[in-house]
């Protein structure tokens, strides 16, 4: 049995920032960067912890190899949040560009499923 060595070095990561704000929108952002989680598609991390300095974070957000932002409605708080930071390298889909609307769009498993499904693409096509 060949055993396989290590170099030491892990994988810059892919990670995916969501507004989770008061509305319904900001819910089903948070949904589908947990789903997008789930399967593998990035790592969901701590977006507080970027509007907050947290070193640890922002570190492991500058080391990534790409980021994506999910915003529930036009206020954009989580791309706001990065840009405040300094990110300026990421995706963005602001879910009402998608269709789903502020008060009209509780995060049903049907909503959830349709706008990961539509944001995921915008996530792979990054560089």
Do not use: W, Y
């Amino acid at each position: 049995m060949s055993e396989k060595k290590s170099c030491g070095c892990a994988a810059a990561p892919k990670l995916v920032f969501a507004c989770s704000g008061g509305a319904d929108v900001g819910a089903l952002a948070d949904q589908v960067a947990r789903k997008l989680a789930a399967d593998g598609v990035a790592k969901m991390f701590c977006l507080a912890g970027i509007g907050g300095r947290v070193s640890g974070i922002l570190k492991t957000a500058e080391a990534a190899s790409r980021i994506m932002a999910i915003d529930g409605c036009p206020l954009n708080c989580a791309r706001k949040t990065l840009e405040e930071a300094g990110f300026t390298n990421f995706a963005h889909v602001q879910l009402a560009d998608l269709g789903f609307k502020k008060g009209e769009s509780p995060a049903t498993e049907e909503r959830v499923l349709a706008a990961a499904m539509a944001v995921a693409p915008h996530f792979a096509n990054l560089s």
